[in-house]
């Protein structure tokens, strides 16, 4: 037998059945509210996430671990470098260790060092 369960608009708590307080308000929404503590609070516009013996409040201060999820560990990429169509990746190699740009730039900056 499945027993359900409302839970109260301020609180959080699990209001079962028999118990707590029904309020509808003037646009027809329905609040559960688990006592007249939290009937109260609600009607004096108090926010829930101040007081912290609420759900709310631990939610919003992350106090509740179960609610955390872990992380998952990611693989760190692996750079992989591929030949191209008509180079082979010994060519492609040489181009980048020979790069007449890079040593034009290294002398010009040397130059301007001394």
């Given amino acids: 037998?499945?027993?359900t369960t409302n839970a109260c608009y301020f609180s959080e708590y699990r209001i079962y059945p028999g118990r707590g307080i029904k309020?509808?308000?003037r646009d027809c929404k329905v609040h559960f509210f688990i006592n007249r503590k939290c009937t109260s609070l609600f009607n004096r516009k108090i926010k829930a996430v101040k007081l912290n013996w609420t759900q709310a409040w631990r939610r919003y201060f992350q106090k509740s671990k179960a609610e955390q999820a872990v992380k998952k560990r990611l693989k760190k990429k692996q750079k992989i470098q591929k030949a191209i169509e008509g180079l082979s990746l010994e060519v492609i190699e040489?181009?980048?260790?020979?790069d007449?740009?890079?040593?034009?730039?290294?002398?010009?900056?040397k130059e301007i060092k001394e």
């Fill in 1 to 3: 037998m499945v027993i």
């Fill in 100 to 109: 007449e740009k890079a040593k034009i730039r290294d002398a010009a900056s």
């Fill in 94 to 98: 040489k181009m980048k260790t020979t």
């Fill in 23 to 25: 309020f509808i308000s």
